[in-house]
Nanobody
Framework: QLQLVESGGGLVQPGGSLRLSCAAS????????VAWFRQAPGKEREGISC????????YYVDSVKGRFTISRDNAKNTVYLQMNSLKPEDTAVYYC?????????????????WGQGTQVTVSS
């Protein structure tokens, strides 16, 4: 079965950190760009970060730039999203998606595989 599985979500206080993982099973992520999206209650899903297949190119939406870091470990077939200085407005369900081709331009289009999502709640 070809799938992506997110993990690492939870409840954290403002200013805290979480690291999300996106692990692939049934296929290799080596050639895929991988992106993180989030969907807050009552809002549309938005793309927030992307990493190219080589890891040499990354993208961040302005609202997370400087606080979130995307990385990948192809040996573990996993992509990570390190989230620091979390704010209540970061509360959302976070999804990862993998797409071909392996570059981030237009990454919010043509996702081939989606994960099921992991809840992140930032609250005191």
């Amino acid at each position: 079965q070809l799938q992506l599985v997110e993990s690492g979500g939870g409840l954290v206080q403002p200013g805290g950190s979480l690291r999300l993982s996106c692990a692939a099973s049934g296929f290799t992520l080596d050639y895929y760009a991988v992106a993180w999206f989030r969907q807050a209650p009552g809002k549309e899903r938005e793309g927030i970060s992307c990493i190219s297949s080589s890891g040499g190119s990354t993208y961040y939406v302005d609202s997370v730039k400087g606080r979130f870091t995307i990385s990948r470990d192809n040996a573990k077939n996993t992509v990570y999203l390190q989230m620091n200085s979390l704010k209540p407005e970061d509360t959302a369900v976070y999804y990862c998606g993998a797409r071909l081709p392996g570059y981030c331009l237009g990454y919010d289009k043509g996702i081939n595989y989606w994960g099921q999502g992991t809840q992140v709640t930032v609250s005191s």
